[in-house]
């Protein structure tokens, strides 16, 4: 084969939404500069962004203070009873900042493409070279950026107001763990930024989703206190094995099975959700421009 004939091949190999691997440079890039433009409509609205920083604090509140109420100070008997550690501040927040990454996956990036729409500017995206899901990924960069500066506005509020007990050394695993989660959280936005286009109304998608998501992930409570049948759904979404390979490390105490299954867990859901969202995303590529729907609002 001549080398023109590999060339012309090697173009020809694109993923779903017609993401061009051969291409790889030009696609990093228009990510980049989708999360450049998000990051300058932040900065255009510097009362919005300000509060959207500090909001994590704020939102994280009634979590700690309805279970320092409960539990009459920061040491539940109960809890360690159920999970290994009694420190609620410790297992409330490594717990609630999971919640932001789920909006992330949720809200930033399934609206994405149904901003674009508000924006009146959807259209002229479809036309470019550069793929769509790339419109995503861009704003998956901005959002995981976003909330993590949020999160580190927790931490230090965390640790001047209540003190914080974490193992130092579990903190380099927690971050592969919650890297892995995050890939995982990546293709069920995906999976919503596609449904957005269909449904108009993705709102209710992305609330009902958030919601149940909140619920199955041991955010402020254990998963023993859920009903079994909510326990075996839990372990569908990322965010249940992660907490609980993130806490082994950090507060518990290491278990080298609980983290062994937790690590395939995760790579296992990883991969089913990002392959479902893509192929989804690809679906719904095809579906709304060959009925034309991208013009209906």
């Known amino acids: ?20 691997f051969a291409n790889l440079k030009a696609e990093l890039r228009a990510i980049w500069e989708s999360n450049i433009k998000a990051w300058k409509i932040d900065f255009a609205y510097p009362v919005s962004f300000v509060r959207q920083l500090i909001s994590p604090v704020v939102f994280m509140l009634p979590y700690l203070l309805y279970g320092l109420v409960l539990i009459g100070g920061t040491y539940s008997e109960n809890l360690a009873e159920l999970v290994g550690t009694g420190d609620a501040v410790a297992y409330i927040f490594t717990g609630y900042i999971m919640m932001g990454f789920i909006g992330t996956a949720v809200w930033a990036m399934g609206f994405s493409m149904r901003r674009e729409q508000w924006f009146g500017t959807l259209e002229a995206i479809y036309v470019t070279p550069a793929s769509r899901l790339g419109q995503v990924l861009g704003m998956a960069l901005h959002s995981t ?10 931490f230090a509020f965390i640790y001047v107001t209540f003190g914080i007990g974490l193992n130092i050394q579990g903190i380099l695993p927690s971050l592969v763990i919650f890297a892995l989660m995050l890939l995982a959280l990546y293709g069920f936005g ?13 709102w209710i998608v992305s609330d009902s989703l958030y919601s149940i998501m909140t619920i199955l992930s ?23 094995p992660a907490l609980i390979g993130m806490r082994t490390f950090l507060i518990y105490d290491y278990v080298p099975e609980v983290v062994g299954n937790v690590f395939l867990h995760l790579s296992a859901l990883c991969v089913v959700w990002i392959l479902f969202g893509v192929f989804v995303f690809h679906l719904t590529d095809k579906y709304v421009r060959k009925r034309g729907m991208l013009k209906k609002f």
């Open 1 to 20: 084969m001549t080398k023109n004939k590999k060339n012309h091949k090697l173009k020809q190999v694109k993923c779903p939404a017609g993401f061009n």
């Open 145 to 154: 950026v976003h909330q993590g500066i949020g999160t580190l506005i927790q």
């Open 190 to 202: 995906i999976l919503i930024s596609a449904l957005s286009l269909i449904l108009k109304e993705g």
């Open 218 to 240: 041991p955010v402020a409570y254990p998963l023993t206190v859920l009903p079994t049948i909510a326990q075996q759904a839990a372990a569908l979404f990322p965010t249940a």
